[in-house]
């Protein structure tokens, strides 16, 4: 079983910074891909950021110059540096994660609110 657990969400002021971390634990052989979604209620869930094994990422055209995924292999996390944010930046964030190239797996979601 693989587990990932998410963490830094919050309440936060327009403009204000949050830092989100999502680690990955349990049975883990090879981690091909991590990333961020989000989801507002009532909207769809979409791909805020992606960071391969590789180490090449992508961004949803949002977020980009605002928000900065990385990786920690060796500790089998990511994390989504959300600077600059808004109100329309307010969701639930969720981390997810393919192992072996096959398996997906999603964490519990993390509140991030933004108010003005």
């Known amino acids: 079983q693989v587990q990932l657990v998410e963490s830094g969400g919050g309440l936060v002021q327009s403009g204000g910074s949050l830092r989100l971390s999502c680690a990955a634990s349990?049975?883990?052989?090879?981690?091909?891909?991590m990333a961020w979604y989000r989801q507002a209620p009532g909207k769809q869930r979409e791909l805020v950021a992606r960071?391969?094994?590789?180490?090449?990422?992508n961004y949803a055209d949002s977020v980009k110059g605002r928000f900065t995924i990385s990786r920690d292999s060796a500790k089998n996390t990511t994390y989504l540096e959300m600077n600059t944010l808004k109100p329309e930046d307010t969701a639930a964030y969720y981390c997810?994660?393919?192992?072996?190239?096959?398996?997906?797996?999603w964490g519990q979601g993390t509140q991030v609110t933004v108010s003005s």
């Open positions: 960071i391969t094994s590789s180490g090449d990422t």
């Open positions: 349990g049975s883990i052989s090879n981690i091909n891909a």
């Open positions: 997810y994660v393919r192992t072996d190239w096959t398996t997906n797996h």
